[in-house]
């Protein structure tokens, strides 16, 4: 039940993340989630949209360095301490969590995060014996 994540290595340079996303939404392909990081001279952008495929081949067509990864996409339970429903498992199973940032929209009032980890299938397993609610393609129609 993994989600495909498109991560762009950008110019660390103003104007190249709006130039991105203005080609991106030019062709009606909405940003779900997102992540951006600077590494020296470069930016690491990492997005869930709607179409994942048409959008990797469109940035693709513009000379983008893209890669398209799986990942998971949890929802966070609503009580005190609710990111360690997910945290504590991952870290017993001894899964590595890369990076985690959340979508922009939901789905009903749980907020979603994306998670990169080293191991996605056993991270998927324990993430589901603890009851935290994984979100496959329904992701791409939140609008």
Known sequence: MAVKQISVLL???????????????????????????SIEED??????????????????????????????????????GHINAILKPLAKGDINILYLYTTINRIG???????????????REILAENWINLIGDEIYSIP
């Open 109 to 123: 009032k749980e907020t979603i995060v994306i998670i990169g980890v080293d191991k996605l299938e056993e991270a």
């Open 43 to 80: 930016s690491r952008v990492r997005l869930v949209v709607n179409d994942p495929d048409r959008a990797a081949a469109l940035l693709e067509s513009f000379n983008f360095n893209v890669e398209v990864t799986p990942v998971l996409a949890a929802e966070i339970p609503l009580h005190a």
């Open 11 to 37: 110019g660390n340079v103003p104007g190249s993340f709006a130039r991105m996303t203005h080609i991106l939404h030019t062709e009606d392909i909405n940003t779900i989630a997102v992540s951006a990081a």
